[in-house]
């Protein structure tokens, strides 16, 4: 019997579901696996596995939709386009239960760092070594799919914020699991395969992308205090500016019809994050673009 739930979030993604499927179906331990259909255009046609259909909702949604249909003490997500080692979820399972750990996180298969399991043993310890640099400062990317959660900790009798949230959905995602955590294992060895195909909203700017990154500094000014940190703590200021950085670039560099529209995605940027726009955005703009056509010419 499975004590395991795999959760996956589709939408349109007959091509790759497959591979990700089949690698779920191989795991050495027993998985019971939950595709949550986000409103595909050509829905799902699966056999094998539990197939929810949705409107459209975005990833968040979908994958509280999964863990609210589980049935298993532990819950799992795994990407559309992604694959895992067979024997993901066997160590992952056995650490969790060996060490009585409400969360246990692994590796991305390539980026592993190459030393012995650690165990964060109080709350005190998950805030200081994962929350505090992941979910607050923003040193490393707060993903759900390489983590085991333990669903009676991280999901049972919490009330979700709803949101339709798609870029920082496992920020937000996280920022709620992990308030009652006090035990968090992590297993060094590279068990998930994380691919970025070309058309990821990762790479390409929207102005959705905006209206997400507000969002998420809602759930941050949400969900901070929960840990012991305040809203106005210089942490979360920082977290922004560095995100606002991360956007100008990415709009300053994206491919527009024209150098008015490219600087009217940087405006719209300052005034739905900060307010105003600042009055030296165009030369901002100019050193961005000249810098990364520099970049261009050296990598020739």
């Given at each position: 019997?499975?004590e395991?739930?795999?959760?996956?979030?589709?939408?349109?993604?007959?091509?790759?579901?497959?591979?990700?499927?089949?690698?779920l179906?191989a795991q050495?331990?027993?998985?019971d696996?939950?595709?949550?259909?986000?409103?595909?255009?050509?829905?799902?046609?699966?056999e094998?596995?539990r197939?929810?259909?949705?409107?459209?909702?975005?990833?968040?949604?979908a994958?509280?939709?999964?863990?609210?249909?589980s049935?298993?003490?532990?819950i799992?997500?795994?990407?559309?386009?992604?694959?895992?080692?067979p024997?993901?979820?066997?160590?992952?399972?056995?650490?969790a239960?060996?060490?009585?750990?409400?969360v246990?996180q692994?590796?991305i298969?390539?980026?592993s760092?190459?030393?012995?399991n650690?165990?964060l043993?109080?709350?005190?310890?998950?805030?200081?070594?994962?929350?505090?640099p992941?979910?607050?400062?923003?040193?490393?990317?707060?993903?759900?799919?390489?983590?085991?959660?333990?669903?009676?900790?991280?999901?049972?009798g919490?009330?979700?914020s709803?949101?339709?949230?798609?870029?920082?959905?496992?920020?937000?995602?996280?920022l709620?699991?992990?308030q009652?955590?006090?035990?968090?294992?992590l297993?060094?060895?590279?068990?998930?395969h994380?691919?970025?195909?070309?058309?990821?909203?990762?790479?390409?700017?929207?102005r959705?992308?905006?209206?997400?990154f507000?969002?998420?500094?809602?759930?941050?000014?949400?969900?901070?205090?929960?840990?012991?940190?305040?809203?106005?703590?210089?942490?979360?200021?920082?977290w922004?500016?560095?995100n606002?950085?991360?956007?100008v670039?990415?709009a300053?560099?994206a491919?527009?019809?024209?150098w008015?529209?490219?600087?009217?995605?940087v405006?719209?940027?300052?005034?739905?994050?900060?307010?105003?726009?600042?009055?030296?955005?165009?030369?901002?703009?100019?050193?961005?673009?000249?810098?990364?056509?520099?970049?261009?010419?050296?990598r020739?």
């Amino acid at each position: 019997m499975a004590e395991i739930t795999v959760i996956i979030p589709a939408y349109n993604a007959a091509k790759t579901i497959g591979q990700t499927i089949a690698g779920l179906k191989a795991q050495t331990v027993p998985v019971d696996i939950i595709v949550v259909d986000d409103g595909s255009v050509e829905p799902l046609r699966l056999e094998g596995v539990r197939v929810i259909r949705q409107v459209n909702q975005g990833p968040y949604t979908a994958r509280l939709n999964g863990v609210s249909a589980s049935t298993t003490p532990y819950i799992g997500f795994v990407d559309a386009d992604d694959t895992v080692e067979p024997d993901m979820y066997e160590k992952m399972l056995s650490f969790a239960k060996t060490e009585d750990l409400d969360v246990v996180q692994c590796d991305i298969v390539g980026q592993s760092v190459q030393r012995g399991n650690e165990v964060l043993k109080d709350q005190d310890e998950v805030l200081r070594r994962y929350v505090k640099p992941t979910l607050i400062k923003g040193e490393s990317s707060a993903f759900v799919w390489n983590k085991l959660y333990r669903k009676a900790t991280c999901f049972d009798g919490h009330v979700f914020s709803p949101s339709r949230i798609l870029m920082f959905e496992d920020l937000a995602i996280n920022l709620q699991a992990f308030q009652r955590v006090s035990r968090m294992g992590l297993l060094h060895h590279g068990l998930y395969h994380y691919e970025v195909n070309s058309g990821s909203s990762v790479r390409n700017f929207k102005r959705k992308n905006v209206d997400d990154f507000k969002e998420a500094i809602r759930f941050r000014e949400l969900y901070a205090p929960g840990f012991g940190i305040d809203v106005d703590d210089p942490v979360m200021k920082q977290w922004i500016s560095k995100n606002l950085r991360n956007y100008v670039i990415t709009a300053s560099c994206a491919p527009c019809r024209s150098w008015r529209e490219r600087m009217s995605n940087v405006r719209y940027i300052y005034e739905s994050i900060v307010g105003e726009v600042p009055a030296a955005l165009s030369l901002k703009v100019c050193a961005i673009r000249f810098a990364k056509s520099i970049q261009r010419l050296i990598r020739r």
